[in-house]
């Protein structure tokens, strides 16, 4: 059974930096792409960023490029979401979530991931 546990989340000031943590269990993580999406108070939930399941290939919505860096880790079985620059409109509940995938990351994979995480609490105070 695929398990996917997020942390890391708080409340930061605009300018301010936080990890955001996927721990993984129940699958061979290596086969899988991780991704983190979140979800803002009345908006749908949107793909943030992921990692191919191999750690060659990322993939960054504009609006988080050059701000939030994907990593992973795959002897820990964890992907972490480094976030700077953090801005008020990056304040949402962020989900990892997984796809057994080798594909290169993009756009289009991202309506495929499934196993969410519980959800971790961002808030960026102006």
């Known amino acids: 059974e695929v398990q996917l546990v997020d942390s890391g989340g708080g409340l930061v000031q605009a300018g301010g930096s936080l990890r955001l943590s996927c721990s993984a269990s129940g699958f061979t993580f290596g086969d899988f792409a991780i991704g983190w999406f979140r979800q803002a108070p009345g908006k749908e939930r949107v793909g943030v960023s992921c990692?191919?399941?191999?750690?060659?290939?990322?993939y960054y919505r504009d609006s988080v490029k050059g701000r939030f860096t994907i990593s992973r880790d795959n002897t820990k079985n964890t992907v972490l979401l480094q976030m700077s620059s953090l801005k008020p409109e990056d304040t949402a509940v962020y989900y990892c979530a997984a796809l057994r995938t080798y594909l290169p990351m993009s756009e289009a994979l991202l309506p495929y991931f499934r196993d969410w995480g519980q959800g971790t609490q961002v808030t960026v105070s102006s």
């Open positions: 990692i191919s399941a191999s750690d060659d290939s990322t």
